[in-house]
Every structure is written in structure tokens, then in C-alpha cells.
């Protein structure tokens, strides 16, 4: 398997072979493989058969990374509850009720929409959720997440950064 500068990976005939040979072969079609004669003939021997669905060529696609970023913020793998989820809202209501938290949310809250995070703060609002539904531990926090005290009230980290004078710009950079 390849991967191009995006990241996107690529199979190739004999990345295909070993899925098959793992049974995998219902799940060809979610893959991208390189096209070659040996996936062209692949996939017309397969036309008609049970599998149904054929493989999908990888084309490189020349967008840069804030475009491809972009493109997947919508593809977020979570239930719709919590794309649908009126994240702000749910910081707000749960912030303390003192001036300096809430204006340290506002601030961080009107960075992050100027840099389109609020999808990226959804997920991590569904990952947390996810990971104390199933008994999942996870550490006190690392790196600049945590100066962000929009983090810390949605549980990404344990670490209070208005307690600890924390400047959340080093997070947002």
C-alpha cells in the first residue's frame, strides 16, 4: 500500500490479493487500488458475479491540504446526533458561572469558528462520550491541548488551564 502526499492510501495488486486471501473480499470495493491490467481484468471477471461491486481506481487529486481537510470535515464518522449537535451550546451550559471562564469560551469558542474547528470539537465531544460509554481510559492530557479550556469542559483533558494560567493561543496555532 501507498500513501500520497495526503495521506490517502492506495492498494496495490498485491495489497488486493492479500485482502482477498484474508477474506476480505466483500470489503474490495471500499478500498482504492491502483488502476493496471491486472485490476482491469479483475474487475471484469467479477462483473457478474456475487460481488457486485467493482474496484474503485485511485486518481490523484491536486488540492492542497487545507482543501482536502475540508472536503473531509463533512465525512466525519460519528452518528448524526452529534453532527446535528449544538456543540457552543453544550460548552456554554456547562461552563462555570464566573467571568473570566466565561469569557476564556467566548475567546477560544470565536478562534476556533474562525479556523472551521467546530466540527473537529463535535467529534471530540462524540469521542469522549463514546469512550466513558464503553469504559475507555484515556490520559490527563499532553501538548498545547491542554491550554484549552473549551477542551477541558468537554473532557478531551483533565487539565484546568484557567486554574493554571495557561495561554490557549499556544493550542490554537
Known sequence: MKLDSLGVPSFGVDDLVELIYQGNIKKIDQVLCEKNAHTEEFNQSVKETEIGNLLKYYQHIDIDQSEFDSALQSEWFMPNSFKNFDVEK?????????????TRVQEEITALKSK???????????????????????????????????????????????????DWREFIR
Open 116 to 166: 472551521n474547528l467546530m466540527p473537529v470539537l463535535k467529534f471530540m465531544h462524540f469521542l469522549v462520550s463514546y469512550m466513558r460509554e464503553n469504559n475507555i481510559v484515556w490520559g490527563v492530557g499532553r501538548g498545547s491541548s491542554v491550554a484549552s479550556y473549551v477542551l477541558f469542559l468537554l473532557g478531551v483533558h483533565k487539565v484546568d488551564s484557567i486554574q493554571y494560567e495557561l
Open 90 to 102: 453544550h460548552i456554554m451550559n456547562i461552563c462555570p458561572d464566573t467571568d473570566e471562564a466565561h
